[in-house]
């Protein structure tokens, strides 16, 4: 790898850590290409990448980054993974860990919040965006049925009262 090589790694590094909302940093030791590729796979399903980079590039990308304390976790073999969803990447960290034991959580970062193990898993706990979002419009929703419920039921009940009165005046 020749130096401008380097230098577009870590500008790209450079803005994986900018733009994303968490970034997890995990050890791969001994995982086969497979295990890889169904990281990969899971995590472009939620919306989140994999990289695995030098951590001596990795680190010169930090530099002057909110996330830079992550970089004390660089050392052997690690993986960087990040969404911009805040929890995508982690809750797929997470539940990957659970399944492979040769995939270990190290730490990670969300903004300039460094994240130990225990952390990932908390923030791999929280609802995604997208669940905040339902759930939201779920709130916002109900009262306006609600509403809309109330506002139609004396039209029902005034038309079940009027076929009411004309059953009873056809049989008289």
Not at 124 to 147: D, F, K, T, Y
């Amino acid at each position: 790898m020749d130096r401008a090589q380097k230098e577009q790694v870590v500008d790209e590094l450079g803005q994986i850590f900018d733009a994303s909302g968490v970034v997890v940093v995990a050890r791969y030791e001994g995982m086969t290409v497979a295990n890889m590729q169904t990281l990969r796979a899971q995590m472009r399903t939620a919306g989140g990448s994999v990289r695995v980079a030098k951590n001596r590039l990795a680190k010169i990308a930090l530099e002057g980054k909110e996330c830079a304390s992550i970089a004390d976790l660089l050392t052997g073999m690690t993986v960087l993974a990040f969404s911009d969803d805040p929890v995508a990447a982690a809750k797929v960290a997470d539940a990957y860990a659970k399944t492979n034991d040769k995939f270990v959580i190290l730490g990670g970062a969300m903004g300039g919040t460094s994240l130990d193990p225990a952390g990932v898993k908390a923030v791999a706990q929280m609802p995604s965006r997208e669940e905040l979002i339902a759930s939201i419009v779920g709130c916002i929703g109900a009262p306006a049925s609600n509403i809309a419920g109330a506002i139609g039921a004396p039209a029902s009940n005034i038309a079940g009262i009027l076929s009411t009165l004309e059953e009873r005046a056809e049989a008289a």
